[in-house]
Each structure stands twice: as structure tokens, then as C-alpha cells.
């Protein structure tokens, strides 16, 4: 299994934006799909985005939707979540996660396998 190691969280002010990244080690991120996820103290961790390798399609989440995009570098080595005009509910852990199961493409946590460590965002002024 490839190695997931997410950064660039952070505290941001409500109306701002964030880059977050996903380092694989010790593969590629050569599976069928990829995707960002969060979870909120509390709550159950959810999906935010996820991209479909063989086609670039991605998940359409009332969450990310026309806020979020996701990203793979040529080299298929990092995974990007662009998040702008971020909200207080947006605060959470968020992880990236890849699979090999198809149903992965509709972006549920329990067709993931594979799970960075998470990253912390908060979106407080």
C-alpha cells in the first residue's frame, strides 16, 4: 500500500481559501480512485471529494460543490484538495484515501482502504 501523508492545514479566517496536499511514498498513486475526506468532532467522517483515475471524473458533494476541487500532479505522486471561501463547518480533520473498489467514485469513507494520518483545519476569525 502506498504511503499517505497529508499537509498544509491550518487556522484560517471564514472567506478564505487553503491548499491541501497528499504525499504518496512508496507508490504511485496508481489506484482506481482518490479521494479528500473530513471529520468534525463528533461526527462521522465524511466525504468532501474524490477524482476516478481512468477518467478524471470527480464527485459531485453538496460540500465541495463550487468551493473544493481536487488535483493530481503529471506524476501521480501528490494529490491536491483547493479549498476557497471556506466556512465554520468546514473545520475538521481532513485525510486523503485511495482504493481499488469502484464504488469509490461516489466518494463514501467506507470504500476506502487506505488513510493518511489527517491534517487540521479551522475556520474560525
Known amino acids: 500500500q502506498v504511503h499517505l501523508v497529508e499537509s498544509g492545514g491550518g487556522l484560517v479566517q471564514p472567506g478564505g481559501s487553503l491548499r491541501l496536499s497528499c504525499a504518496a511514498s512508496?507508490?504511485?498513486?496508481?489506484?482506481?480512485?482518490i479521494g479528500w475526506f473530513r471529520q468534525a468532532p463528533g461526527k462521522e467522517r465524511e466525504g468532501v471529494i474524490c477524482?476516478?483515475?481512468?477518467?478524471?471524473?470527480?464527485s459531485n458533494l453538496d460540500v465541495a460543490r463550487g468551493r473544493f476541487t481536487i488535483a493530481i500532479d503529471n506524476a501521480k505522486t501528490t494529490v491536491y484538495l483547493q479549498m476557497n471561501n471556506l466556512k465554520p463547518e468546514d473545520t475538521g480533520v481532513y485525510y486523503c484515501?485511495?482504493?481499488?473498489?469502484?464504488?469509490?467514485?461516489?466518494?463514501?469513507?467506507?470504500?476506502?482502504?487506505?488513510w493518511g494520518q489527517g491534517t487540521q483545519v479551522t475556520v474560525s476569525s
Open positions: 484515501a485511495t482504493t481499488n473498489n469502484p464504488w469509490g467514485s461516489w466518494c463514501g469513507a467506507k470504500h476506502y482502504d487506505n
Open positions: 512508496g507508490s504511485t498513486l496508481d489506484y482506481y480512485a
Open positions: 477524482i476516478t483515475s481512468s477518467d478524471g471524473s470527480t
